[in-house]
Nanobody, 112 residues
Framework: QVELVESGGGLVQPGGSLRLSCAAS????????MGWYRQAPGKQRELVAG?????TTNYSDSVKGRFTISGAKNTVYLQMNSLKPEDTADYYC????????WGQGTQVTVSS
């Protein structure tokens, strides 16, 4: 069992930056695949960024070049730059894929 707690969400203006953190109850980097998903109102949850056990990263086309996923020991991060209103959503940390573990989510609102 892995417990995940996200933090770092909030309200930011377009063009701004946020850094999301996901703290796990035990070491995860190099052990599990990790990812950040988001779900906007009325939409399905989508993968935003992922990182394999070997450290290979992948990003959705909508965030490529703006978001960066990284991990250290028991924490996975999502650095979000050049934020747009369409990035507004609840963001969820995932460890171990669809059948793995999920955090409770953190809200990100991009608005002027």
């Amino acid at each position: 069992q892995v417990e995940l707690v996200e933090s770092g969400g909030g309200l930011v203006q377009p063009g701004g930056s946020l850094r999301l953190s996901c703290a796990a109850s035990r070491s995860i980097v190099g052990i599990y695949s990790m990812g950040w998903y988001r779900q906007a109102p009325g939409k399905q949850r989508e993968l935003v960024a992922g990182i394999t056990r070997g450290g290979t990263t992948n990003y959705s086309d909508s965030v490529k070049g703006r978001f960066t996923i990284s991990g250290a020991k028991n924490t996975v991060y999502l650095q979000m730059n050049s934020l747009k209103p369409e990035d507004t959503a609840d963001y969820y940390c995932n460890v171990g894929g669809a059948l793995g573990f999920w955090g409770q989510g953190t809200q990100v609102t991009v608005s002027s």
